[in-house]
T-cell receptor, first 113, second 115 residues
Framework: QKEVEQDPGPLSVPEGAIVSLNCTYSNSAFQYFMWYRQYSRKGPELLMYTYSSGNKEDGRFTAQVDKSSKYISLFIRDSQPSDSATYLCAILYSGAGSYQLTFGKGTKLSVIP | GAGVSQSPSNKVTEKGKDVELRCDPISGHTALYWYRQSLGQGLEFLIYFQGNSAPDKSGLPSDRFSAERTGGSVSTLTIQRTQQEDSAVYLC?????????????FGPGTRLTVT
């Protein structure tokens, strides 16, 4: 059973649309929730992290966590062509003196001008 | 400031050869992580360093893989007797301290191709 599930897409939207990206997870011991953006042939870039249920906003990006449903989302408002990338959710497990990020497989997003 | 750097950016090697991949973390970051990203497999955790010690090596796929970190800075991932299934992008990340594992900054990766 995979610990983090993410729809791989691809997802194609027109410029200006609101984008919703989602992940589900199975391990309730997960503590932190992150979203990364990865452009082709580049390393992942940290967008946002949060640890509590609810919303966290940063500019056009909003991260939402629902721990009761084990569901996390990233919303992108007023999407731009420069947002075209693969978006990875990542969830942090902490225990026994170690930390381990478990990643979703990523959703490829294309924003069409 | 400078981000995480990795070298080489690309490496092509023959099956059975050993390879060394290098990671330079962000200056002052004490925690360092290695991941592997394969097509269709997503990002896979390999090993975590806290300073020069590696409290968690559980992600290393076999004993052909090893890693070390010296001076609390540069890290090297070594793959011995490479196999074709080792072909992947190897990513390194660092975070300011072991207490901030949610804030990892990634390098550009080393693309390894085993022929």
């Amino acid at each position: 059973q995979k610990e983090v599930e993410q729809d791989p897409g691809p997802l194609s939207v027109p410029e200006g649309a609101i984008v919703s990206l989602n992940c589900t997870y199975s391990n309730s011991a997960f503590q932190y929730f992150m979203w990364y953006r990865q452009y082709s042939r580049k390393g992942p870039e940290l967008l946002m992290y949060t640890y509590s249920s609810g919303n966290k906003e940063d500019g056009r990006f909003t991260a939402q966590v629902d721990k009761s449903s084990k569901y996390i989302s990233l919303f992108i408002r007023d999407s731009q062509p420069s947002d075209s990338a693969t978006y990875l959710c990542a969830i942090l497990y902490s225990g026994a003196g170690s930390y381990q990020l478990t990643f979703g497989k990523g959703t490829k997003l294309s924003v069409i001008p | 400031g400078a981000g995480v750097s990795q070298s080489p950016s690309n490496k092509v090697t023959e099956k059975g050869k050993d390879v060394e991949l290098r990671c330079d973390p962000i200056s002052g970051h004490t925690a360092l992580y290695w991941y592997r990203q394969s097509l269709g497999q997503g990002l896979e955790f390999l090993i975590y360093f806290q300073g020069n010690s590696a409290p968690d090596k559980s992600g290393l796929p076999s004993d052909r893989f090893s890693a070390e970190r010296t001076g609390g800075s540069v890290s090297t991932l070594t793959i011995q007797r490479t196999q074709q299934e080792d072909s992947a992008v190897y990513l390194c990340a660092s975070s300011p301290s072991p207490g901030t594992p949610y804030e990892q900054y990634f390098g550009p990766g080393t693309r390894l191709t085993v022929t």
